[in-house]
């Protein structure tokens, strides 16, 4: 059971996310514990009393970003995950997403899409600010900071897998690994996430 005052403090929490989101959720969670899967994290959010209906969702829909964290800690809960588990299904999430693709398939080179980063991260939520700090290829080495979203720590290992995923787009050919070295969750200025590659 996620705990009263975790879940109020992340109730309070503002801001909005497309509803695609949540059906990429559905899609790792249906790929590996079938419909039910989906219909135990529902029932354990009604419990809490909030309703969520992942077939009901639309992909454009504008849907409570706490919802979604909150659905992680559920997760978490109901099958026992652990954290890494968590960032296993940040790293899937952008292979079932169609803009993800079409937004990884229309800029020709790294360097272009990693610029244009923040602009994709304002088409999926209106809060928060994406920072495409730098990108060294030579090095093999970028940062990646984001702003003014302070959600709940279940929400930087996703991120931590979904920009890992993002990373594999860019350089299908390497080895990638992603490190959350600043977070507002522990007294951070921002998110700062620091990735590197090898082939």
């Known amino acids: 059971m996620v705990p009263k005052d975790v879940l109020e403090q992340l109730m309070a929490v503002k801001g909005r996310v497309r509803g695609a989101v949540f059906e990429t959720d559905a899609e790792y969670i ?4 079938g419909s039910g899967g989906l219909e135990k994290v529902e029932a354990e959010l009604r419990t809490l009393g909030y309703e969520l209906s992942y077939d009901d969702i639309s992909a454009m829909e ?19 995950w652990s954290d890494e588990e968590i960032v296993a299904m940040g790293d899937a999430a952008p292979k079932h ?3 993800v693709k079409l937004f990884m398939k229309f800029f020709i080179s790294p360097q272009v899409a990693f610029s244009h980063a923040p602009e994709y991260w304002v088409k999926h ?20 900071r984001l702003f003014d979203f302070d959600l709940h720590p279940v929400y930087c290992r996703y991120l931590e897998g979904y920009f890992c995923r993002l990373f594999k787009f860019m350089f299908p050919n390497s080895q990638i690994r992603v490190k959350e070295t ?18």
């Open 125 to 144: 939520y209106d809060i928060g600010r994406l920072e495409a700090v730098s990108l060294d290829e030579e090095k093999r080495h970028a940062v990646v």
């Open 182 to 199: 600043s977070c507002t969750c522990s007294d951070g200025s921002c998110h700062e996430f620091l990735v590197d590659w090898e082939d």
């Open 97 to 99: 997403s169609f803009i």
């Open 30 to 33: 249906r790929s590996k514990y």
């Open 62 to 80: 504008w849907m409570a970003l706490n919802l979604r964290a909150l659905s992680f800690l559920i997760m978490k809960e109901v099958f026992s």
